[in-house]
């Protein structure tokens, strides 16, 4: 019946190593093409495992770049407006560092006239010390006009009657 010893081997073939085993429960033969079948089920197993691995180690490096990008926690960034044009960025951020460490002062310029256009940009360190500024600052006169001070970076998060960045950035 094919049998060769009893281990299920192809009459001639020899024990050709990976045989052993792939007999056909139907025939009682060694059926070659199971053997390929196999392997071949395997190799695809494990091609899908490392595709699988792959694509989670590209997702969590989007995750990674994306957290890396996203501003971490509150805001800290005001807009200041009606500022009086003699007015520089050195002294508003001497006004506004009484409420805490500023990181950037940022006002507009007006290439006219080399000055500000009277509005511009604070950010704090911190999210509270913005808040704070914007509590304090808001309507203060400084240089004789009152200042309109409140969130940069989003129209929902600015005081009432301040209008949005009229430059379109925040």
Do not use: C
């Amino acid at each position: 019946q094919g049998m060769v010893g009893g281990v299920g081997m192809i009459p001639g073939v020899g024990g050709l190593p990976g045989m052993a085993g792939m007999v056909n429960p139907m025939t009682g033969m060694v059926n070659p093409m199971l053997n390929f079948q196999q392997n071949a089920l395997a190799a695809q197993q494990q091609a899908n495992a490392q595709a699988v691995l792959a694509a989670q180690q590209k997702a969590a490096q989007a995750v990674a770049v994306a957290a890396a990008q996203k501003p971490a926690g509150p805001p800290s960034r005001i807009y200041v407006g009606s500022v009086y044009f003699e007015i520089g960025e050195k002294e508003i951020e001497q006004v506004f560092s009484a409420f805490g460490k500023v990181k950037n002062v940022s006002m507009i310029p007006n290439s006219e006239t080399g000055k500000h256009k009277g509005y511009g940009f604070v950010e704090f360190e911190s999210s509270e010390a913005a808040q704070q500024a914007i509590q304090v600052m808001n309507g203060f006169e400084l240089g004789g006009r009152a200042l309109k001070v409140g969130w940069a970076n989003s129209a929902l998060q600015q005081p009432t009657g301040l209008a949005a960045d009229p430059t379109g950035n925040s």
